[in-house]
């Protein structure tokens, strides 16, 4: 699938699918080169049969993170949105958004570029975010930034929110989100988690008018090490946290 792209292929790629549209993103280039490195993308519009040629749709004078994990998502009027993590110069961590038209034969022409939340870091915070849809279809973002966990809706001109303070004094991290069909989100989210080492569960509810629900005290949930939570909505329409 991937010939040409895979040097420092370290955070692993992501998928989106659209009816027969299905892309395949993942971030490449040489480790311990950041600056240099950026987002390529394979498409197919046939539903896999065949797939487009490797594009690179990142800038690559904003470099891309090496350990820093990305996620892909088709959005509104199938565009693809493809939200990765910087490496200006060596300490500009800041939150990228690509919006890729994959109608187009060379995509990299139809990629716009946007900055979503600055972070100016040394070293690589090993970080993850997360796409979802909520019940009126707009395109929802989780990422981490400043050792907090960020919210924000896509599809409208909405500026970055915290989620939720941490239950103890340490970072957050992993963060994951999913909605009910009646309009409630979850996201969940690690505290006190390293790169293998795991960590304190913890999530916030959210009501269809995104007004946070409080909730009686939380069990303390440890996070097995080597992994991390994962949000979803059960057919009966229940939440759920896998980790």
């Not at 690179?56 to 009027?77: H, P, R, T």
Request: aromatic share 10%.
């Amino acid at each position: 699938m991937v010939n040409d792209n895979l040097a420092g292929v370290d955070a692993g790629a992501d998928i989106a699918v659209d009816g027969s549209n299905v892309s395949i993103v993942w971030a490449a280039g040489v480790l311990t080169k950041e600056e240099e490195r950026t987002v390529y993308a394979r498409t197919s519009i046939d539903y896999g049969e065949t797939f487009s040629a490797e594009i690179a749709i990142g800038n690559k004078g904003l470099g891309a993170c090496a350990c820093c994990s990305l996620a892909v998502e088709y959005g509104q009027g199938q565009k693809l949105l493809v939200a990765y993590r910087s490496a200006f110069e060596g300490v500009g961590r800041h939150m990228q958004l690509l919006s890729v038209d994959t109608t187009e034969a060379d995509s990299s022409s139809y990629a716009e570029l946007s900055s979503l939340q600055q972070w100016e870091l040394s070293s690589c915070p090993v970080s993850t975010n997360d796409f979802s849809e909520d019940y009126q279809h707009n395109d929802w973002l989780v990422f981490e930034s400043k050792s907090r966990i960020i919210q924000m809706n896509m599809s409208e001109d909405s500026n970055p929110e915290l989620v939720a303070e941490p239950a103890i004094r340490t970072r957050q991290k992993h963060p994951s989100i999913a909605f009910s069909s009646d309009g409630y989100k979850l996201i969940s989210w690690a505290e006190g988690i390293s790169f293998t080492k795991g960590g304190l569960l913890n999530w916030q509810l959210f009501d269809s008018n995104g007004d946070p629900v409080e909730s009686a005290d939380k069990p303390i949930i440890n996070i097995p090490d080597f992994s991390s939570p994962a949000a979803v909505v059960t057919p009966t329409g229940s939440f759920l946290i896998l980790y």
